[in-house]
């Protein structure tokens, strides 16, 4: 009998993180409602941030207000040398202590951003981390890799920098407006005037940028992953002189890019027009309604003039600023969507460790229901692997076969019925003890940038030379390495781009065999090899390993000849099952499957053997 830890309780139900995918796709203030819902114990350095940066953009404006009060002492008996000199210290005094203020904002938004960002980055590679094997199935690496990378990059750029920033940028053009308020009400709300289109316009840029940026930034991942797979072509196009646009994938994701990117651009232009131009009508509205004050007969002091003047101007800056912002703001809302389109898949439930106890190794699939999403892929599957031996699942390709194997390991989880191991529900192992004790090849070979030698014993530093040219041997890889420059030292790289499909396919299945569990699931694992080959490795897999339960999936039948339990799938279902000669005797999709694998083994161009 076989003791091991496994669990009788289900341990409590992990936090979900905080579903933001629906809070993203709101309006920009619930984007900053979700940063202070990130920031934990670091809001009070994001409301020192703002605070600090509040009140330097009113002292900002100060010296505009010294020089105004200077201007109204010229003619006055009020000017002399110390009234002078106050006011220079008053205004270098104002000046220091803005960008003090300013520094301060900064060093506390950075503080907050830093502590932010590694917080969401640890949510996010813990919730990762608890994902169902599926999920990364389904998803490219370098897409998890961007999404914890750039765009959680893009969360402390923007606190760091522009949450200070956007502080001070509105902060600047309320106190003008107060200012020129309190001298001349009428001329502060001429000041409105090109305000209310700016920010027509910036409302409405905004909306079109809502509108495109998830697609564009979705296609710039396909043009992304179409780039590094034309990139790895590039030797085959040279051999056949073909152009770009021969490579449709990569070529589509460009003219795709193109086209979002020229919409974009087109709805945006009029209104960013309007934006900018905007600006420009400050000082011409100021002067024309000078102008119609005077003809009215308004007394309105020189120094009125110039203060009105020169705050105007000052507002044109930080006006621009908030569209600065406004962009970035939009970035982030679209990263932390990206985000969030992680945090919101479930993860995959598991249980704490107490003595419980297993029999053996057996399989057992009991009325195994799946689907993906309204999709049926497995109906009403049943197998019972009882004892230790070769097990084949053969089928059309989309029968269901890899899924069938992936849901062993808790690939997804099964919708109705159960799998056990053991008499044990899967559902009731932890995952550590499952993924301990099953050996999974996948149909992609995943070599790694080290040593041939490393890459077979991966996370096993303790064996022996001769265990790893033994499982060598088995799956015929020992003659092709003993070939390489330097053994079983040669360096092969992240890719394995000096070997050829089928030798990597045997580095991945040898890695498997060395690993030594009870359980050894193969997933179509000599594709990319020979016929004949492929027949003596299974062959010699079966006999080194006579105590272990294998699962293996082919498409080729005649390397299942010597199976001893044959599962035929097709359309989600097991058809039939049983023995080679039983199959061929008893069910015509077999027979066919085997007519057509025959005639592909032993097709030949005409006039040649």
């Given at each position: 009998m076989l003791r091991t830890?496994?669990?009788?309780?289900?341990?409590?139900?992990?936090?979900?993180?905080?579903?933001?995918?629906?809070?993203?796709?709101?309006?920009?203030?619930?984007?900053?409602?979700?940063?202070?819902?990130?920031?934990?114990?670091?809001?009070?350095?994001?409301?020192?941030?703002?605070?600090?940066?509040?009140?330097?953009?009113?002292?900002?404006?100060l010296p505009y207000i010294l020089f105004f009060d200077v201007i109204k002492s010229v003619n006055t008996s009020a000017i002399s040398g110390e009234y002078i000199l106050n006011i220079t210290v008053a205004v270098a005094v104002a000046i220091v202590l803005k960008y003090v203020l300013l520094f301060t904002a900064t060093m506390f938004s950075h503080r907050a951003a830093f502590f932010i960002q590694c917080n969401v980055r640890k949510k996010l590679l813990e919730h990762v981390g608890n994902l169902p094997l599926g999920f990364f199935s389904k998803r490219s690496s370098g897409l998890l890799r961007k999404i914890a990378s750039e765009d959680v990059e893009s969360l402390e750029i923007y606190i760091a920098h522009h949450i200070p920033d956007t502080a001070l940028s509105i902060t600047i053009p309320l106190a003008i407006f107060g200012v020129v308020f309190s001298q001349n009400p009428l001329l502060a709300l001429v000041l409105l005037i090109p305000l209310v289109f700016?920010?027509?316009a910036l409302n409405r840029i905004s909306k079109i940028r809502k509108e495109n940026v998830k697609d564009y930034f979705d296609n710039m991942e396909n043009m992304n992953s179409a780039t590094v797979e034309y990139v790895k072509a590039i030797p085959i196009i040279k051999i056949f002189n073909v152009t770009v646009e021969s490579f449709d994938k990569f070529n589509t994701a460009i003219q795709k890019q193109i086209q979002i990117t020229s919409q974009w651009i087109k709805k945006s232009s009029p209104f960013y027009v309007v934006f900018k131009s905007s600006l420009d009508f400050v000082l011409p509205l100021l002067m024309f309604m000078i102008a119609y004050q005077a003809q009215q007969g308004v007394d309105i002091p020189v120094a009125t003039y110039f203060l009105c003047f020169i705050l105007g101007a000052a507002m044109v800056k930080p006006v621009n600023q908030v569209y600065t912002s406004s962009n970035l703001l939009c970035s982030l809302m679209e990263g932390a969507r990206r985000v969030g389109q992680i945090t919101d898949v479930e993860q995959i439930s598991d249980i704490q460790e107490s003595y419980v106890s297993i029999d053996d190794f057996t399989i057992k699939y009991d009325s195994v229901f799946f689907s993906y999403s309204d999709k049926q892929v497995l109906s009403d599957i049943n197998m019972d692997l009882d004892k230790p031996g070769l097990y084949a699942l053969v089928g059309e390709s989309g029968s269901g076969k890899t899924t069938a194997?992936?849901?062993?390991?808790?690939?997804?989880?099964?919708?109705?019925?159960?799998?056990?191991?053991?008499?044990?529900?899967?559902?009731?192992?932890?995952?550590?003890?499952?993924?301990?004790?099953?050996?999974?090849?996948?149909?992609?070979?995943?070599?790694l940038d080290c040593s041939v030698r490393d890459n077979i014993c991966m996370g096993l530093p303790d064996i022996s030379d001769q265990d790893?040219?033994?499982?060598?041997?088995?799956?015929?890889?020992?003659?092709?390495?003993?070939?390489?420059?330097?053994?079983?030292?040669?360096?092969?790289?992240?890719?394995?781009?000096?070997?050829?499909?089928?030798?990597?396919?045997?580095?991945?299945?040898a890695r498997a065999l060395l690993k030594d569990s009870?359980?050894?699931v193969l997933d179509e694992p000599t594709s990319q090899v020979d016929a004949t080959i492929e027949r003596r490795i299974f062959d010699a897999i079966k006999h080194y390993c006579p105590d272990k339960i294998i699962l293996f999936i082919t498409h080729r039948i005649t390397a299942a000849t010597n199976a001893d339990i044959i599962f035929v799938f097709n359309n989600g279902k097991i058809v039939d099952f049983g023995r080679h000669s039983e199959l061929m005797t008893q069910n015509k999709k077999y027979r066919q499957m085997w007519d057509l694998t025959s005639k592909a083994n032993t097709w030949s161009l005409e006039g040649r053997s």
């Amino acid at each position: 009998m076989l003791r091991t830890r496994i669990t009788a309780q289900p341990a409590a139900e992990r936090k979900t993180t905080k579903n933001i995918t629906t809070i993203m796709l709101k309006e920009n203030y619930q984007a900053i409602k979700w940063l202070i819902s990130v920031s934990q114990g670091n809001r009070i350095f994001l409301v020192l941030s703002i605070i600090c940066a509040m009140i330097g953009g009113c002292i900002s404006i100060l010296p505009y207000i010294l020089f105004f009060d200077v201007i109204k002492s010229v003619n006055t008996s009020a000017i002399s040398g110390e009234y002078i000199l106050n006011i220079t210290v008053a205004v270098a005094v104002a000046i220091v202590l803005k960008y003090v203020l300013l520094f301060t904002a900064t060093m506390f938004s950075h503080r907050a951003a830093f502590f932010i960002q590694c917080n969401v980055r640890k949510k996010l590679l813990e919730h990762v981390g608890n994902l169902p094997l599926g999920f990364f199935s389904k998803r490219s690496s370098g897409l998890l890799r961007k999404i914890a990378s750039e765009d959680v990059e893009s969360l402390e750029i923007y606190i760091a920098h522009h949450i200070p920033d956007t502080a001070l940028s509105i902060t600047i053009p309320l106190a003008i407006f107060g200012v020129v308020f309190s001298q001349n009400p009428l001329l502060a709300l001429v000041l409105l005037i090109p305000l209310v289109f700016m920010f027509f316009a910036l409302n409405r840029i905004s909306k079109i940028r809502k509108e495109n940026v998830k697609d564009y930034f979705d296609n710039m991942e396909n043009m992304n992953s179409a780039t590094v797979e034309y990139v790895k072509a590039i030797p085959i196009i040279k051999i056949f002189n073909v152009t770009v646009e021969s490579f449709d994938k990569f070529n589509t994701a460009i003219q795709k890019q193109i086209q979002i990117t020229s919409q974009w651009i087109k709805k945006s232009s009029p209104f960013y027009v309007v934006f900018k131009s905007s600006l420009d009508f400050v000082l011409p509205l100021l002067m024309f309604m000078i102008a119609y004050q005077a003809q009215q007969g308004v007394d309105i002091p020189v120094a009125t003039y110039f203060l009105c003047f020169i705050l105007g101007a000052a507002m044109v800056k930080p006006v621009n600023q908030v569209y600065t912002s406004s962009n970035l703001l939009c970035s982030l809302m679209e990263g932390a969507r990206r985000v969030g389109q992680i945090t919101d898949v479930e993860q995959i439930s598991d249980i704490q460790e107490s003595y419980v106890s297993i029999d053996d190794f057996t399989i057992k699939y009991d009325s195994v229901f799946f689907s993906y999403s309204d999709k049926q892929v497995l109906s009403d599957i049943n197998m019972d692997l009882d004892k230790p031996g070769l097990y084949a699942l053969v089928g059309e390709s989309g029968s269901g076969k890899t899924t069938a194997a992936q849901l062993l390991l808790r690939f997804w989880e099964v919708n109705q019925g159960n799998i056990s191991i053991g008499n044990v529900d899967i559902k009731q192992i932890p995952l550590a003890f499952l993924l301990r004790n099953i050996s999974f090849v996948f149909q992609d070979s995943f070599i790694l940038d080290c040593s041939v030698r490393d890459n077979i014993c991966m996370g096993l530093p303790d064996i022996s030379d001769q265990d790893i040219i033994e499982v060598a041997k088995v799956v015929e890889a020992h003659g092709f390495i003993k070939k390489l420059p330097n053994g079983y030292d040669t360096m092969i790289g992240g890719d394995g781009s000096n070997l050829s499909g089928g030798e990597k396919q045997r580095i991945c299945l040898a890695r498997a065999l060395l690993k030594d569990s009870p359980i050894l699931v193969l997933d179509e694992p000599t594709s990319q090899v020979d016929a004949t080959i492929e027949r003596r490795i299974f062959d010699a897999i079966k006999h080194y390993c006579p105590d272990k339960i294998i699962l293996f999936i082919t498409h080729r039948i005649t390397a299942a000849t010597n199976a001893d339990i044959i599962f035929v799938f097709n359309n989600g279902k097991i058809v039939d099952f049983g023995r080679h000669s039983e199959l061929m005797t008893q069910n015509k999709k077999y027979r066919q499957m085997w007519d057509l694998t025959s005639k592909a083994n032993t097709w030949s161009l005409e006039g040649r053997s």
